[in-house]
């Protein structure tokens, strides 16, 4: 597939600057890409043009030149806004990749909808924001293997890429890492509880936790943002149930029942209907601080991770 006159700096569309777009355009612009972006909050699109990104005035005006065309957006219903216009613009021999937690559904009515020849493939990312601003993301990748091939170099400046299958299977991927962390998120929260309340001491009980059987990513890099009390604010209770709500519709294709998955759910939800959706992420343990009259306050330089 051919991307312009230099396969390795083909040219680059970048559409959604937040917590993690931001953080994941300015690394390809660090690497030497020619960028152009776009994104509605103007403060966000001055960063990265600050990082030496072209200032696009429209998703369209983004996509029109871009050999490769990157959206990082909170929801599909963002996606599809956002591509209702940026789909036509893009050229035949281009490739668009959503980086978005989405609706593998989506992708496919999008792509039936792209230009000829234009590719479409889906790359959901996880690893928080310090991965997204230090490159050591994970990138769940969903296209043909020509496709994959093409976009690695590129996704490479951002993480570890992993290519999952077709279209669609990176959103399933990550949809079911997530799944993971939410079970283990609201767990957490009530093995600090049950620890506390029958009076170990926080720092010695979330140390035994990461050195036995009980340890998690989880464990070790969200925990802190309980500890500080701040719940890491980089992703909230909204965005959480979104992604609860994708869990969902995958596990319809599931003829069992998925207990630990309904019960992440219901926890998740209860946290939101007391904190509101615009609530830090980790107030899913704090809910049961709160009800159970506990703290799960620690004393230490806990730096946030996006200052990581």
């Not at 070790?220 to 965005?239: C, N, Q, V």
Request: hydrophobic fraction near 45%; aromatic fraction near 6%; charge should be negative.
């Amino acid at each position: 597939m051919g991307l312009g006159s230099d396969v390795n700096r083909p040219r680059i569309g970048f559409v959604g600057l937040g917590n993690m777009g931001g953080p994941m355009c300015s690394r390809l612009l660090a690497a030497g890409y020619d960028v152009k972006a776009y994104d509605l909050n103007e403060s966000a699109l001055e960063k990265v043009v600050g990082d030496g990104a072209s200032r696009a005035t429209s998703a369209a005006e983004c996509a029109i030149d871009a050999d490769i065309f990157l959206t990082s957006l909170p929801r599909p219903e963002h996606v599809s806004a956002v591509m209702s216009t940026a789909l036509d613009s893009l050229r035949a021999g281009s490739l668009w990749v959503d980086l978005t937690t989405n609706r593998r559904e989506l992708l496919d009515v999008l792509a039936a909808d792209a230009p000829a020849g234009v590719g479409v493939l889906d790359s959901p990312v996880t690893g928080a924001v310090d991965g997204a601003r230090n490159g050591r993301l994970t990138l769940f990748v969903g296209g043909t293997v020509d496709e994959v091939e093409t976009v690695t170099p590129v996704l490479s400046h951002l993480g570890k890429v992993i290519h999952c299958g077709p279209r669609g299977t990176g959103n399933v991927v990550k949809l079911v890492t997530n799944q993971l962390w939410f079970i283990t998120a609201a767990a957490l929260g009530e093995g600090f509880a049950v620890g506390v309340a029958n009076g170990v001491e926080l720092g010695i009980l979330w140390k035994s936790i990461v050195d036995s059987v009980g340890d998690s990513f989880v464990a070790r890099h969200d925990a802190p943002s309980i500890f500080a009390g701040h719940y890491d604010p980089s992703f909230t209770l909204g965005l959480c149930a979104k992604d609860l709500g994708l869990i969902g519709e995958l596990s319809e294709h599931v003829a069992a029942e998925l207990p630990m998955t309904i019960a992440a759910t219901n926890a998740f939800q209860r946290a939101l209907e007391r904190y509101g959706g615009d609530a830090a992420e980790l107030h899913v343990a704090k809910r049961i601080e709160d009800d159970a009259g506990l703290s799960f306050r620690l004393a230490g330089e806990w730096t946030p991770p996006w200052e990581q």
